[in-house]
Protein backbone atom coordinates (compact mmCIF):
# COMPACT_ATOMS: atom_id res chain seq x y z
CA UNK A 1 0.00 0.00 0.00
CA UNK A 2 1.40 3.34 -1.45
CA UNK A 3 1.99 5.94 1.74
CA UNK A 4 -0.93 8.72 1.87
CA UNK A 5 -2.57 11.22 4.58
CA UNK A 6 -5.58 11.50 5.95
CA UNK A 7 -7.68 15.16 7.16
CA UNK A 8 -9.82 14.52 10.01
CA UNK A 9 -12.69 17.33 9.53
CA UNK A 10 -14.32 17.70 12.74
CA UNK A 11 -17.19 19.98 13.02
CA UNK A 12 -17.97 21.69 16.62
CA UNK A 13 -20.42 24.32 18.11
CA UNK A 14 -20.44 24.32 21.92
CA UNK A 15 -18.86 20.82 22.33
CA UNK A 16 -16.87 21.74 25.62
CA UNK A 17 -18.72 18.99 27.36
CA UNK A 18 -17.26 15.91 24.90
CA UNK A 19 -14.15 17.39 22.59
CA UNK A 20 -11.58 16.22 24.87
CA UNK A 21 -12.87 12.73 25.05
CA UNK A 22 -13.21 13.06 21.56
CA UNK A 23 -10.00 13.93 20.85
CA UNK A 24 -8.15 11.83 23.30
CA UNK A 25 -10.22 9.35 21.10
CA UNK A 26 -8.98 10.21 17.93
CA UNK A 27 -5.34 10.64 18.77
CA UNK A 28 -5.01 7.28 20.16
CA UNK A 29 -6.80 5.93 17.45
CA UNK A 30 -5.00 7.45 14.75
CA UNK A 31 -1.32 7.71 16.22
CA UNK A 32 -1.25 3.62 16.23
CA UNK A 33 -1.92 3.91 12.23
CA UNK A 34 0.55 3.54 9.75
CA UNK A 35 -0.73 6.78 7.47
CA UNK A 36 0.09 10.25 8.60
CA UNK A 37 -2.74 12.30 9.28
CA UNK A 38 -4.28 15.76 11.04
CA UNK A 39 -7.20 16.59 12.80
CA UNK A 40 -9.13 20.38 11.59
CA UNK A 41 -11.54 21.58 14.94
CA UNK A 42 -13.94 23.49 12.67
CA UNK A 43 -15.30 25.76 15.67
CA UNK A 44 -18.88 27.11 14.42
CA UNK A 45 -18.70 30.35 16.44
CA UNK A 46 -18.73 28.34 19.91
CA UNK A 47 -19.25 30.42 22.90
CA UNK A 48 -18.26 27.91 25.68
CA UNK A 49 -15.02 26.30 25.91
CA UNK A 50 -14.34 24.43 22.75
CA UNK A 51 -11.98 27.04 21.59
CA UNK A 52 -9.86 26.95 24.86
CA UNK A 53 -10.34 22.75 25.02
CA UNK A 54 -9.17 22.71 21.24
CA UNK A 55 -6.84 25.20 21.46
CA UNK A 56 -4.82 23.14 24.65
CA UNK A 57 -4.17 19.83 22.20
CA UNK A 58 -3.43 21.84 19.36
CA UNK A 59 -0.46 23.10 21.22
CA UNK A 60 0.69 20.05 22.37
CA UNK A 61 0.58 18.04 18.99
CA UNK A 62 0.92 19.39 15.40
CA UNK A 63 -1.61 16.63 14.64
CA UNK A 64 -4.44 19.04 16.12
CA UNK A 65 -5.21 22.36 14.94
CA UNK A 66 -7.92 24.81 15.27
CA UNK A 67 -10.10 26.50 12.97
CA UNK A 68 -12.38 29.35 13.68
CA UNK A 69 -14.42 31.92 13.57
CA UNK A 70 -17.74 34.12 14.14
CA UNK A 71 -21.09 33.78 14.77
CA UNK A 72 -22.30 31.07 14.54
CA UNK A 73 -22.64 30.00 10.66
CA UNK A 74 -23.90 26.25 10.92
CA UNK A 75 -22.42 22.39 10.87
CA UNK A 76 -22.75 22.40 6.72
CA UNK A 77 -20.58 25.57 6.66
CA UNK A 78 -18.25 24.59 9.43
CA UNK A 79 -17.71 21.20 7.23
CA UNK A 80 -17.36 22.97 3.82
CA UNK A 81 -14.98 25.44 5.81
CA UNK A 82 -12.75 22.65 7.04
CA UNK A 83 -12.51 20.19 4.07
CA UNK A 84 -11.59 22.97 1.79
CA UNK A 85 -8.34 24.06 4.03
CA UNK A 86 -7.45 20.35 4.71
CA UNK A 87 -4.71 19.07 2.41
CA UNK A 88 -4.79 15.44 3.38
CA UNK A 89 -4.99 13.19 0.37
CA UNK A 90 -8.28 11.80 1.75
CA UNK A 91 -10.78 14.08 3.84
CA UNK A 92 -13.24 12.28 6.45
CA UNK A 93 -15.87 14.37 8.03
CA UNK A 94 -17.25 12.79 11.27
CA UNK A 95 -19.26 13.69 14.06
CA UNK A 96 -17.91 15.30 17.52
CA UNK A 97 -20.40 12.78 19.22
CA UNK A 98 -18.17 9.66 17.47
CA UNK A 99 -22.06 8.48 17.26
CA UNK A 100 -19.69 6.37 14.22
CA UNK A 101 -16.98 5.24 16.46
CA UNK A 102 -13.67 6.18 14.58
CA UNK A 103 -12.32 2.88 13.97
CA UNK A 104 -15.31 2.23 11.50
CA UNK A 105 -12.93 3.99 8.56
CA UNK A 106 -11.29 0.80 8.76
CA UNK A 107 -14.81 -0.45 6.11
CA UNK A 108 -14.66 2.74 4.29
CA UNK A 109 -10.80 3.72 3.54
CA UNK A 110 -10.50 0.29 1.35
CA UNK A 111 -12.93 1.03 -0.75
CA UNK A 112 -11.19 4.75 -1.31
CA UNK A 113 -8.00 2.91 -1.54
CA UNK A 114 -9.39 1.00 -4.79
CA UNK A 115 -10.41 4.34 -6.43
CA UNK A 116 -13.80 5.26 -4.98
CA UNK A 117 -14.01 9.27 -4.75
CA UNK A 118 -17.02 9.38 -2.23
CA UNK A 119 -17.20 6.78 0.63
CA UNK A 120 -20.10 6.87 3.23
CA UNK A 121 -21.29 5.42 6.67
CA UNK A 122 -24.79 4.07 6.05
CA UNK A 123 -27.60 3.30 8.92
CA UNK A 124 -30.07 1.59 7.02
CA UNK A 125 -27.94 -1.10 4.85
CA UNK A 126 -28.70 -4.36 6.75
CA UNK A 127 -25.58 -5.35 7.87
CA UNK A 128 -25.18 -1.99 9.96
CA UNK A 129 -25.13 -2.54 13.43
CA UNK A 130 -27.24 0.23 15.57
CA UNK A 131 -25.90 -0.33 19.10
CA UNK A 132 -28.32 2.29 20.10
CA UNK A 133 -30.98 3.40 18.08
CA UNK A 134 -32.54 7.21 17.84
CA UNK A 135 -35.84 7.34 19.33
CA UNK A 136 -38.60 6.06 17.14
CA UNK A 137 -40.29 9.18 16.27
CA UNK A 138 -36.60 10.34 14.93
CA UNK A 139 -35.96 7.60 13.03
CA UNK A 140 -39.69 7.24 11.61
CA UNK A 141 -38.81 10.98 10.20
CA UNK A 142 -35.60 10.17 8.77
CA UNK A 143 -36.95 7.58 6.89
CA UNK A 144 -39.49 9.22 5.00
CA UNK A 145 -37.19 12.60 4.38
CA UNK A 146 -34.56 9.92 3.15
CA UNK A 147 -37.42 9.09 1.04
CA UNK A 148 -37.66 12.37 -0.19
CA UNK A 149 -33.96 13.19 -0.82
CA UNK A 150 -34.15 10.02 -2.94
CA UNK A 151 -36.91 11.19 -5.20
CA UNK A 152 -36.25 14.77 -5.34
CA UNK A 153 -31.83 14.35 -5.33
CA UNK A 154 -29.87 11.48 -4.93
CA UNK A 155 -31.57 8.53 -6.21
CA UNK A 156 -30.56 5.09 -4.92
CA UNK A 157 -28.42 6.26 -1.73
CA UNK A 158 -29.82 5.09 1.55
CA UNK A 159 -28.38 7.49 4.03
CA UNK A 160 -27.82 10.51 3.24
CA UNK A 161 -27.44 12.25 6.36
CA UNK A 162 -24.90 10.09 8.57
CA UNK A 163 -21.91 12.27 9.89
CA UNK A 164 -19.16 10.22 8.84
CA UNK A 165 -18.19 10.54 4.87
CA UNK A 166 -14.66 9.77 3.48
CA UNK A 167 -13.37 11.52 0.12
CA UNK A 168 -10.68 11.49 -2.43
CA UNK A 169 -9.30 15.12 -1.27
CA UNK A 170 -9.86 16.42 -5.52
CA UNK A 171 -13.29 14.83 -4.97
CA UNK A 172 -13.68 16.92 -1.72
CA UNK A 173 -12.58 20.00 -3.35
CA UNK A 174 -14.30 20.03 -6.19
CA UNK A 175 -17.30 19.01 -4.88
CA UNK A 176 -17.41 21.66 -1.69
CA UNK A 177 -16.55 24.27 -3.91
CA UNK A 178 -19.67 24.33 -5.36
CA UNK A 179 -21.92 23.72 -2.56
CA UNK A 180 -23.59 26.72 -0.27
CA UNK A 181 -26.25 25.21 2.45
CA UNK A 182 -24.63 26.24 5.31
CA UNK A 183 -27.21 23.91 7.99
CA UNK A 184 -27.76 20.42 7.69
CA UNK A 185 -29.32 19.75 4.51
CA UNK A 186 -25.25 20.00 3.41
CA UNK A 187 -25.10 16.18 3.54
CA UNK A 188 -27.45 15.84 0.22
CA UNK A 189 -26.26 18.47 -1.61
CA UNK A 190 -22.60 17.32 -1.27
CA UNK A 191 -24.11 13.85 -2.27
CA UNK A 192 -26.09 15.35 -5.37
CA UNK A 193 -23.25 17.74 -6.54
CA UNK A 194 -20.50 14.91 -6.41
CA UNK A 195 -23.25 12.40 -8.50
CA UNK A 196 -23.91 15.56 -10.78
CA UNK A 197 -19.68 15.63 -11.27
CA UNK A 198 -19.55 11.95 -11.96
CA UNK A 199 -18.16 10.68 -9.14
CA UNK A 200 -18.33 7.49 -7.38
CA UNK A 201 -20.59 7.30 -4.49
CA UNK A 202 -20.30 4.31 -2.77
CA UNK A 203 -22.20 3.60 0.89
CA UNK A 204 -20.96 1.06 3.74
CA UNK A 205 -22.81 -0.48 6.93
CA UNK A 206 -21.34 0.71 9.83
CA UNK A 207 -21.89 0.19 13.83
CA UNK A 208 -23.87 3.62 14.93
CA UNK A 209 -25.23 4.59 18.67
CA UNK A 210 -27.45 7.68 18.76
CA UNK A 211 -25.88 10.15 21.15
CA UNK A 212 -27.81 12.18 23.41
CA UNK A 213 -27.39 16.30 22.56
CA UNK A 214 -28.44 16.06 19.09
CA UNK A 215 -28.17 20.10 17.76
CA UNK A 216 -31.28 18.60 14.89
CA UNK A 217 -34.22 20.70 15.91
CA UNK A 218 -36.93 18.43 13.87
CA UNK A 219 -39.93 20.92 13.49
CA UNK A 220 -37.58 23.95 12.92
CA UNK A 221 -34.83 22.21 10.96
CA UNK A 222 -36.85 19.81 9.51
CA UNK A 223 -38.65 22.24 7.21
CA UNK A 224 -35.38 23.97 6.76
CA UNK A 225 -34.55 20.96 5.06
CA UNK A 226 -37.42 20.78 2.77
CA UNK A 227 -37.36 23.81 1.47
CA UNK A 228 -33.66 23.66 1.23
CA UNK A 229 -34.03 19.99 -0.67
CA UNK A 230 -36.58 21.83 -3.14
CA UNK A 231 -34.63 24.70 -3.83
CA UNK A 232 -31.43 22.36 -4.71
CA UNK A 233 -33.55 20.51 -7.29
CA UNK A 234 -34.32 23.32 -8.75
CA UNK A 235 -31.07 25.12 -8.97
CA UNK A 236 -28.21 22.69 -8.27
CA UNK A 237 -28.23 21.46 -12.20
CA UNK A 238 -27.24 24.20 -13.55
CA UNK A 239 -24.48 24.43 -10.59
CA UNK A 240 -22.95 21.53 -11.34
CA UNK A 241 -23.51 22.18 -15.19
CA UNK A 242 -21.09 25.40 -14.63
CA UNK A 243 -18.52 23.27 -12.96
CA UNK A 244 -18.20 20.97 -15.68
CA UNK A 245 -17.43 24.19 -18.47
CA UNK A 246 -13.87 24.99 -19.78
CA UNK A 247 -12.48 27.81 -17.90
CA UNK A 248 -12.66 29.70 -20.78
CA UNK A 249 -16.65 29.69 -21.02
CA UNK A 250 -17.32 29.56 -16.99
CA UNK A 251 -15.62 33.95 -16.62
CA UNK A 252 -18.59 34.68 -18.74
CA UNK A 253 -21.70 32.65 -16.58
CA UNK A 254 -22.97 35.99 -14.55
CA UNK A 255 -22.53 35.00 -10.46
Known amino acids: MKPFSLSVVVPAYNEEERLERTLNRLLE??????????????????????????????????????????????????V????????????????????????????????????????????PLKESNLLIRQPFYREWLGRAFNKAVQMLAVKGIQDTQCGFKLFKREAAHAVFNLCSLDGFSFDFEVLYMARRLGYQIEEVPIRWMHQPGSKVRLLRDGSRMLRDLVWLRLTGWRRSAIAALPASQKTAEPK
Open 29 to 78: YFQSQPYTFDIQIVSDGSVDKTNEIAQTYAQRTPHVQLLDYKPNRGKGYA
Open 80 to 123: RYGVLKAQGDYILFCDADLATPIEEIEKLLPHALKGIDVVIGSR
